[in-house]
């Protein structure tokens, strides 16, 4: 038996129906959820402008900037209802429907340097300051050329000032996984002779590999949380 406010509710949505929304246990107001879209759209819009390279907007900052407190069932509900009504959702990241980054001829230039030069690096890339005066780029513009790279795919960020090209951080991942199904477990020593790189480069790739929960350290050793 329905008690006397869900009595009420259950009333107000029937003669409402048209008008009312539900996402999960969450009610939203047609007109509320259309401003929503709007301020949404806008807020994209703004970032795009600011940032020309954006791909889309993480899922964590849509939730902070405008759904802080939502329950998590609430807030996936919503945007799949965002994703069927003016919006793609791609990984993480949410975007206005059909919005394409659209380089310029410069820049697809400038692209391709940033890219020729994390091939020629393997895993022993540059840091921000070496890129930079190596595709001679101001600091700010570099790190909007990495987001875009890191947002298209092309590039995996490991850490602070430390990005790999995909193909070489998913062979760097594959090796390292190989040896642990291999032998049990990896050490720095073997893991950076592995890689032939330095401590430099693979202490932070092991601290994000635990990160992302591929290896769990007990001691000095990693080992394989998944297999």
């Known amino acids: 038996k329905l008690t006397a406010e869900e009595d009420q509710l259950s009333s107000a949505i029937a003669i409402h129906k048209e008008k ?26 703004e970032k ?5 390279f954006l791909f889309g907007i993480s899922k964590e900052e849509i939730k902070s900037k405008f759904f ?13 209802a ?5 919006f793609d ?24 340097r ?16 070496e890129l930079g005066d190596f595709i001679k780029l101001p600091p700010d513009k570099v790190l909007k ?6 947002q298209s795919g092309r590039l995996v960020k490991v850490d602070e000032g430390f990005y790999l090209l995909k193909e070489v951080y998913d062979q760097a991942v594959s090796s390292i996984t190989d040896y642990c199904l291999k032998e049990g477990s990896i050490e720095i020593p073997a893991a950076k002779d ?6 430099k480069f693979i202490v932070p790739f092991m601290e994000h590999l635990d990160q992302i929960k591929l290896t769990k350290r007990i001691e000095n050793k990693r080992i394989l949380t998944r297999r």
């Open 20 to 45: 009312i929304l539900r996402f999960d246990n969450t009610f939203l107001l047609q007109e509320d959820y259309d401003k929503l879209k709007e301020r949404l759209k806008d807020y994209f819009l």
């Open 48 to 52: 795009v402008k600011e940032n020309p």
């Open 68 to 80: 802080k407190g939502l329950a998590g069932k609430t807030f996936n509900s919503l945007l799949q």
């Open 82 to 86: 965002l994703e069927q009504d003016g």
């Open 89 to 112: 959702i791609s990984g993480d990241l949410l975007k206005a429907k059909g919005y394409q980054v659209a380089l310029s001829k410069n820049d697809q230039q400038v692209e391709e």
């Open 114 to 129: 940033f890219l020729d030069a994390f091939r020629k690096d393997g895993f022993n890339t540059k840091n921000l300051k």
């Open 145 to 150: 050329f990495l987001a875009y790279l890191v």
């Open 194 to 199: 592995l890689l032939n790189t330095s401590r």
